[in-house]
Nanobody, 125 residues
Framework: QVQLVESGGGLVQDGGSLRLSCVAS????????MGWFRQVPGKERAFVAA????????YYAASVKGRFTISRPNAKNTVYLQMNSLKPEDTAVYYC??????????????????WGQGTQVTVSS
């Protein structure tokens, strides 16, 4: 079993920055993909970014490319999402997820096996 805990959400002004963190505990020795999704009321959960281990690659939704950066340092149980130039439309609950059997930045939502409980990001206009 893998447990995920997100942190770093909050209220930020238009154009500001936040960094989200996700820490995984449990079965962390295997290769897997970690990703970020977001969801707003009335809409489906949307992909934001993902990072795989082998090969080491990143993948971003077009709406955040150039503004967000996903990283996974040597502490491989932790993944970050650096969010710059935030816009009101980025307001959502952000979820961290891990895929235990798929090691690819192209993993789809159904490939992810574990999910955090989410952290709220609100960007004021």
């Amino acid at each position: 079993q893998v447990q995920l805990v997100e942190s770093g959400g909050g209220l930020v002004q238009d154009g500001g920055s936040l960094r989200l963190s996700c820490v995984a505990s449990g079965r962390s020795e295997s290769l897997y993909t970690m990703g970020w999704f977001r969801q707003v009321p009335g809409k489906e959960r949307a992909f934001v970014a993902a990072i795989s281990r082998s090969p080491d690659s990143t993948y971003y939704a077009a709406s955040v490319k150039g503004r967000f950066t996903i990283s996974r340092p040597n502490a491989k149980n932790t993944v970050y999402l650096q969010m710059n130039s935030l816009k009101p439309e980025d307001t959502a609950v952000y979820y961290c997820a891990v895929a235990e059997f798929v090691d690819s930045g192209l993993a789809t939502r159904s490939d992810y096996d574990y999910w955090g409980q989410g952290t709220q990001v609100t960007v004021s206009s």
